[in-house]
C-alpha cells in the first residue's frame, strides 16, 4: 500500500521559514514527479512546487519563486519543502502528492488532475 506522510508544518510569524518534509513507503517514485499542493479555506488546491525524483528537474509557479525550494532524496522516496519569508497569504494546509510521470512540468499538467497519490497533510499558520 503507497502511503505519504508529510510533516514539518507549524505556526510561524511573517518573514519566518519552515521546511516540510514528505516521505513515500510503498512504492518507488525514481523518474516521476513529486509535489507540494496547498488549500486554504474557500480557495482550490494550488501547486506550489514540484520535483522529478532523480532528475533534478523542479517546478515553481510564480507565486512562489524565490521563497520556497523544493528538494529530494531519491534514496529516501522523500521530498522536502523549504519555505522562507513566509507571509499570512502562506496559510494553508500543505499536502505532498505524487505521481505525474511526465517528461517536463508545465502549469497545465501541475494540477491536482495528474497526482494521483496524496498525503494526509500538515498545517502551516502564518502570523502577522
Known amino acids: 500500500q503507497v502511503h505519504l506522510v508529510e510533516s514539518g508544518g507549524g505556526s510561524v510569524q511573517s518573514g519566518g521559514s519552515l521546511r516540510l518534509s514528505c516521505s513515500a513507503s510503498g512504492y518507488s517514485y525514481s523518474g516521476k514527479w513529486m509535489g507540494w499542493f496547498r488549500q486554504s479555506p474557500q480557495k482550490p488546491l494550488e501547486g506550489v512546487a514540484a520535483?522529478?525524483?532523480?532528475?533534478?528537474?523542479?517546478y515553481y509557479p510564480d507565486s512562489v519563486k524565490g521563497r520556497f525550494t523544493i528538494s529530494e532524496d531519491n534514496a529516501k522516496n522523500a521530498v522536502y519543502l523549504q519555505m522562507n519569508n513566509l507571509n499570512p497569504e502562506d496559510t494553508a494546509m500543505y499536502y505532498c502528492?505524487?505521481?505525474?510521470?511526465?517528461?517536463?512540468?508545465?502549469?497545465?499538467?501541475?494540477?491536482?488532475?495528474?497526482?494521483?497519490?496524496w498525503g494526509q497533510g500538515t498545517q502551516v499558520t502564518v502570523s502577522s
Open positions: 520535483i522529478k525524483l532523480g532528475g533534478n528537474d523542479t
Open positions: 502528492a505524487a505521481g505525474f510521470s511526465g517528461p517536463y512540468m508545465e502549469a497545465r499538467f501541475f494540477t491536482p488532475t495528474f497526482f494521483n497519490t
